[in-house]
């Protein structure tokens, strides 16, 4: 499974997950920073990544348009990128159910 990580999210992250999640990227690399919404949901639906963001619109978008992609929504407030990256770490195992579930389009972690 790969990770498409949103601007919201260090690009830090990726390389701290690669291990686990290997071809993630984040929006930066990809030429979509500052990109709207839309653009980065086309962008992961084209490219079979699932998008991990702390934005809300995701969430809509999900019920709106379905996947792909998938959208994993991280429901914390301020926190450091180590304890995102923990959270996303001791939860592999459900990610990884998520995406092979073919009718899920929507994983909240908090």
């Known amino acids: 499974m790969k990770l498409l990580l949103d601007e919201n999210l260090s690009p830090r992250l990726g390389g701290g997950l690669a ?19 839309a653009a980065i949901w086309a962008y992961a639906g084209d490219h079979g990544l699932t998008i991990i963001s702390k934005d809300s619109d995701f969430h809509q978008m999900s019920f709106v348009w379905g996947p792909p992609p998938k959208v994993i929504w991280i429901r914390r407030g301020n926190c450091t990128t180590a304890d995102i990256g923990a959270l996303v770490r001791s939860n592999r195992d459900v990610i990884l159910a998520f995406g092979a579930d073919p009718e899920a389009a929507f994983l909240a972690l908090s």
């Open 19 to 37: 291990d686990m999640f290997e071809g993630s990227v984040h929006v930066r690399h990809v030429g979509l920073a500052r990109a709207t919404d």
